[in-house]
């Protein structure tokens, strides 16, 4: 079955600092596919990046980067030099071929980034 | 870039009463999908679509809820008798190949 974890309910940092976000999941699908949004307090999902189960290279995108490491079944989220604009709620996802390529989200953390 | 799009972006109904909430998916994709947001809650899949039938749908989709691909375009999801925990975000996504790609977003709110 697909499972995704977030463990960090709520991170509250102050601005410029690091921050990672932890993502685990569970799959017994060999192909799959791993994604990050943001939700802002407007509601929509904004898609950052996706990841197949094939492309361990981790990734860096401005100020975001990401960490897969399938030996621990983890994609972690991790940005450089917070910002107040950062403030939001964010989604691990998962999809895998056998579940017909739906996506199961993890609960959410909730980011606070403060002045 | 196509995108996802859907309409209305906020609805607000009475209990009991019934509501249609449109999407229109990226043209050339051919599975479909909706999931709903409770409030502070995380996103939960509801139905998939393919084919003109429904491939699989979740527990929360009981009877009172209905998908439609009544045209070339649209893909709708009808609540018939909504209820006050039908209040949530229903996003539509679309997809062709492996990524799916979401919608914005309509807000229910039932009161």
């Known amino acids: 079955a697909q499972k995704v974890t977030q463990a960090q309910t709520e991170i509250s940092v102050v601005e410029k600092e690091d921050v990672t976000l932890d993502c685990v999941y569970e799959t017994r699908d060999t192909t799959y596919y791993l994604f990050w949004y943001k939700q802002p307090p407007s509601g929509e999902l904004v898609f950052l990046i996706r990841r197949n189960s094939f492309d361990e290279q981790n990734e860096i995108s401005g100020r975001y980067s990401w960490n897969f490491q399938k030996s621990t079944s983890s994609f972690n989220f991790t940005i450089t030099a917070s910002q107040v604009v950062d403030s939001a709620v964010y989604f691990c996802?998962?999809?895998?071929?056998?579940?017909?390529?739906?996506?199961?989200f993890g609960a959410g953390t909730r980011l606070f980034v403060k002045a | 870039e196509p995108e996802v799009t859907q309409t209305p972006s906020h609805q607000v109904t009475q209990m009991g009463q019934e509501v249609i909430l449109r999407c229109v998916p990226i043209?050339?994709?051919?599975?479909f999908y909706w999931y709903r947001q409770i409030l502070g809650q995380k996103v939960e899949f509801l139905v998939s679509?393919?084919?003109?039938?429904?491939?699989?749908k979740s527990e929360i989709f009981d009877d009172q809820f209905s998908v439609e691909r009544p045209d070339g375009s649209n893909f709708t999801l009808k609540i018939r008798s909504t209820k006050l925990e039908d209040s949530a975000m229903y996003f539509c996504?679309?997809?062709?190949?492996?990524?799916?790609?979401f919608g914005p977003g309509t807000r229910l709110t039932v009161t």
């Open positions: 679509f393919y084919n003109n039938e429904i491939s699989e």
């Open positions: 996504a679309s997809r062709r190949d492996g990524e799916q790609y």
């Open positions: 043209s050339n994709h051919l599975y």
């Open positions: 996802a998962l999809s895998e071929g056998t579940g017909g390529f739906k996506t199961i």
